[in-house]
């Protein structure tokens, strides 16, 4: 099982140079991926190129682009650009996105979330496997007039969904290469999505799917104040149904029920518990949310348990 983490330099006075000097970090630690976020500063194919390039041990990946507001076209031309810039190192990831930043930002109805992802990721996936497309939806159309193929890009490129509701999880088992389950416990995977996923992929005779599980968490001493500090950063979530929905299914009352804070022996635990309800893979998101001290702790034991 691969053991990766998130990076998030936004604060940074350059948010590029600082992700360069974090993924160096991380791979010195031992850790296997890192993962960038996407909202509406950095664009988060063009920050896993040049990690790629710089730091050449990591498998690097984007966790998630929304799929309002892009187009396959502009999506497939991003990723099989980063695909070429890391040698096949890079990992694309979709979500659905939310209501609020979909309507608020782009001023479009966030309308049939699902029949949208289904639309968008059967003309990525031609646009990725093959630089054409034909493909006429009831929400989108996507065609290649002129080649769209990337040289260098090889095959293809991994295509993963931060899906965790039912409906979700059919399209991604059928289209997708995996899922990127965030706020989801091991209680929730073992029970609702991972069953649920494997079942749609074997429907669709797809090979098996990767689970890639996105945790916040922190390996720490002082477990109340970050606690505490964790439950104000992710009260967000819980705003929204399908996380609300999901944090219930973990037996989780909080978003913050589902972090991962304590000391090494919890944490490595809890990475455990997350393989045995089927993970394959692991990212810790939020590591900094301690400290720099508690930060280099926690990659510390990720990066041993990625050995």
Known sequence: MTVGVALNASDAPNQVDATVELAQEAAQFGLTSAWFGQTFGADSPQLAAIVGREVPTLQVGTSAIPVF???????????????????????????????????T?????????????????????QLTQTGTADFHGELLTATTPVPARVPGAGSGVPLLVAAMGPQALRVSGELADGILPYLAGPRALAEHIVPALIAAAEAAGRPAPRIVALVPGVVTDDVDA??????????????????????????????????????????????????????????????????????????????????
């Open 105 to 125: 930002g782009f001023g479009l109805p966030f309308e049939r979330p699902v029949a949208r992802l289904r639309e968008f990721l059967t003309a990525l996936r």
């Open 226 to 307: 970050v606690r505490a500090k964790a439950t104000e950063n992710l009260a967000f979530y819980e705003q929204i149904p399908s996380y609300a929905r999901v944090i219930e299914l973990s037996g989780g009352r909080r978003a913050a029920d589902l972090a991962v804070i304590g000391d090494e022996r919890t944490v490595g635990a809890e990475v455990r518990r997350y393989r045995d309800a089927g993970a394959t893979e692991v990212v810790f998101s939020g590591t900094d949310i301690a400290g720099e001290d508690d930060r280099k702790r926690t990659w510390r034991l990720l990066g041993e348990l990625a050995g």
């Open 69 to 103: 507001g892009r187009h396959p076209l502009l999506v497939s031309s991003q990723a099989q650009t980063a695909q070429a810039a890391t040698h096949g190192r890079y990992h694309l990831g979709l979500a659905l996105g939310t209501k609020l930043l979909t309507e």
